[in-house]
């Protein structure tokens, strides 16, 4: 097995862990099934390639969120290998990377082993029924990779389903559909800390 696909399995773990419980699509809550078409673009996100025009492009991104994430991530190069790796899976899954970056600031305030009050964990919040789900009962959300494949992944297939309806695909991540006061806090933390340049 190549190690795209490799770290493909394991991105389809995290995305389904984002995606479960209160967050994404509720069935844990309400005891029903995963979507199975969520399930599907989860199987689906194992390959990628580089997210970044050229060089010059990464070097300035980089540049610009680091100083901006410093306060929250001290370390310069942890800091750097979160962001080429929001960047990438941002761009794999046809999302802009600030969104990214905006719903991870509300969702774990950039703390790695968040876990919530529902259980979901890690950058992007996701739920551990995902991993079952996924036949990986094995795999750790709290791995950045997985974590911020699985979001990005459930947040694109959010945004297919209401037609590139950023609001409303926020909802249905945070299992909120129905209502903005969710996608609100993730606009203001665009708006106020990761507007692109």
């Known amino acids: 097995m190549g190690v795209w696909r490799r770290l493909g399995l394991i991105v389809v773990l995290a995305l389904g862990l984002a995606a479960g419980g209160a967050h994404a699509t509720g069935a844990a809550d309400s005891g029903q099934r995963p979507d199975p078409a969520l399930r599907r673009a989860l ?7 580089d997210s970044f025009a050229n060089r010059f492009d990464a070097e300035v991104w980089l540049m610009d969120m680091s100083t901006r994430l410093r306060r929250r991530i001290p370390d310069p190069d942890k800091r750097l290998r979160l962001l080429k790796l929001v960047h ?16 991870i600031d509300v969702e ?28 990986r009962p094995d795999g750790n ?20 389903i209401e037609n590139g309806n950023l609001t409303r695909a926020l909802a249905r991540y945070n299992g909120s559909l129905g209502q ?6 993730v606009f203001r933390a665009l708006r106020r800390r990761w507007h692109p340049q």
């Open 43 to 49: 199987e689906r996100a194992l390959e990628g390639s």
């Open 88 to 103: 990438y899976e941002a761009r794999r899954a046809d999302l802009e990377p600030e969104w990214v970056l905006a719903l």
């Open 108 to 135: 774990s305030d950039f703390r790695r082993f968040a876990i919530s009050s529902a259980g979901a964990r890690g950058y992007m919040q996701i739920m551990p029924f995902w991993l079952d789900e996924l036949d």
């Open 141 to 160: 959300l709290f791995r950045p990779a997985l974590n911020l494949r699985m979001g990005c992944t459930i947040l694109r297939h959010y945004l297919n």
């Open 180 to 185: 903005t006061w969710y996608p609100e806090r």
